[in-house]
């Protein structure tokens, strides 16, 4: 089983070049009517057919990531000329990737090629950031439970810290005399603003996990304080938005931080706050193909609201994750059986909640749209006619693994495929083991301007091997033994 996995994925990566006849194929596909191949759903369409030929989803592998290079290229530079080219001269913004949104080292080495660095946030991350060759002065550490080994060693290597709470500062303290120098280190703060329209999602309610909650009695004192007995101490971080939370209410939080920034270095009569990190949070429309203006619109935004933020006293930081690689991303599964169950027509698909686990497990905040192909990955229409209404449902084993209900879709059958757009970032690269199902392949792939597509292996499919030892396949009889 794994010999074939290994082997299918070889040739995922082999047939890059080679594949003449999908090559014609996709060709034919190019017609006049068709979008343009810059055009996102139209590269999409042609990397769902070109998945199919290539064997990328079949029977063995029922549900594939694929996510589309240029997009994320594309996302990346919008990104750094929305905010770069505002930045007063030696000052350049460190747009830091939030890795947990695409958890994939090829992914962190595209976009530190992109000119991106990278947030981390467990010493997983760290890990993940530094094989994609991140170098340290390009990442941030965000965590709110770092413990002090993890703290330790990302001052000894030159990482940058948010630190979360008071607690964490004294660790701090304890820590930096061991070093002769410093990376930035920041304190998170939460301007307490209130929620958006996702209470899981809404960081900077008055109750929120995160940072110092800037409008409790007596906090921001404390802030002050902490600053001033800590030369060192020369960061303010916000992170304040989420998908949910309007970008004018992320500003408002940038705003504060800001604000608090002004209200410290007046405080120490000196600039020590020199770097403000606005953290990340931008929403994506979940609706639409079409491209959005939003780091363009936000940095227009910030620089309405809070102008002292480019005038070049401050170092600035970004760390985006959903609004950089959320476009990029399609989940690819077959439909392996279609039914009917009290009146509703129901497909039974391999994407469920191992690779959609949020809009599985809270639906209404975060719905995905479905896209319909045939079995040789050829767009589904209905050509004209009524769809049927279905709920699609994915292979876990329990009721509500569904990833959308009552949808009218083209009328899938069996060996269909289906797709979920928009799940380039907390979807694919962050499964849910439920039911021992594997950690879908990720392809990453380009279409050039004939429309042939070339794939690369972003991670191949977990095996079954790699499932049982996981499962502590090494102690099989660990507690057999145990008297
Ligand atoms: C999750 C997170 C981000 C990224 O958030 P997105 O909504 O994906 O942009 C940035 N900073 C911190 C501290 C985070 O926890």
């Known amino acids: 089983m794994s010999a074939s996995r290994a082997g299918r994925t070889d040739n995922a990566d082999s047939t890059n070049s080679a594949d003449s006849t999908d090559n014609a194929d996709n060709a034919d596909s190019t017609d006049s009517t068709a979008a343009p191949v810059h055009h996102l759903s139209h590269r999409r369409d042609l990397a769902v057919r070109a998945a199919v030929r290539q064997g990328l989803v079949d029977e063995r592998q029922p549900v594939a990531g694929l996510l589309d290079v240029a997009a994320l290229r594309e996302r990346a530079a919008a990104l750094r000329a929305a905010f770069d080219d505002v930045s007063a001269p030696g000052t350049t913004a460190l747009h830091a990737f939030a890795v947990k949104a695409a958890s994939l080292v090829p992914v962190l080495r595209l976009l530190r090629d992109a000119g991106l660095g990278a947030e981390v946030a467990s010493p997983g991350e760290l890990a993940l950031a530094r094989a994609a060759g991140v170098p340290p002065e390009r990442i941030v550490l965000d965590s709110p439970a770092k413990t002090t080994e993890e703290l330790r060693e990302a001052l000894r290597l030159g990482v940058a810290v948010n630190a979360d709470n008071p607690q964490e500062l004294a660790r701090l303290d304890a820590l930096v005399p061991e070093f002769d120098q410093q990376p930035p280190i920041g304190l998170r703060v939460n301007p307490q603003l209130g929620a958006g329209s996702i209470n899981a999602m809404s960081t900077a309610t008055a109750t929120s996990k995160f940072g110092v909650p800037l409008r409790d009695a007596g906090a921001r004192e404390e802030v002050r304080r902490a600053f001033l007995a ?182 899938l059958a069996p060996g269909d495929l289906v797709a979920l757009p928009d799940t380039g970032a907390y979807y694919f690269s962050t499964p849910f083991g439920y039911n021992s199902l594997p950690r879908p392949g990720v392809y990453g792939f380009t279409v050039d301007r004939s429309g042939e597509v070339r794939f690369a292996t972003v991670r191949r499919a977990q095996t079954l091997a790699e499932i049982v030892a996981e499962a502590g396949g090494a102690h099989d009889d660990a507690l057999t033994a145990l008297r």
């Open 230 to 411: 800590r030369p060192w101490l020369s960061r303010l971080h916000v992170h304040s938005g989420s998908q949910g939370v309007p970008p004018e209410l992320m500003a408002e939080g940038v705003a504060a931080g800001h604000e608090l920034a002004e209200e410290v270095n007046a405080a120490a009569g000196r600039r020590q706050v020199t770097g403000i990190d606005i953290g990340g949070g931008l929403p994506v429309d979940f609706t639409t193909d079409e491209p959005a203006d939003d780091f363009a619109a936000y940095a227009a935004l910030l620089r309405r609201r809070v102008p002292g933020l480019f005038d070049g006293r401050y170092a600035l930081v970004t760390e985006f994750g959903r609004a950089l690689a959320a476009k990029a991303g399609t989940v690819l599964a077959r439909v392996e059986y279609t039914k009917s169950a009290g009146g509703r027509a129901i497909a039974v698909t391999h994407a469920g909640a191992q690779t959609a686990v949020r809009t599985v497990f809270a639906p209404d905040a975060w719905p995905l749209r479905v896209l319909t192909y045939d079995a040789a990955g050829g767009v589904k229409t209905t050509s004209g006619a009524r769809g049927v209404v279905q709920d699609v449902a994915g292979p876990c084993c329990f009721a509500g693994d569904l990833v959308a209900t009552g949808r009218e879709l083209p009328e």
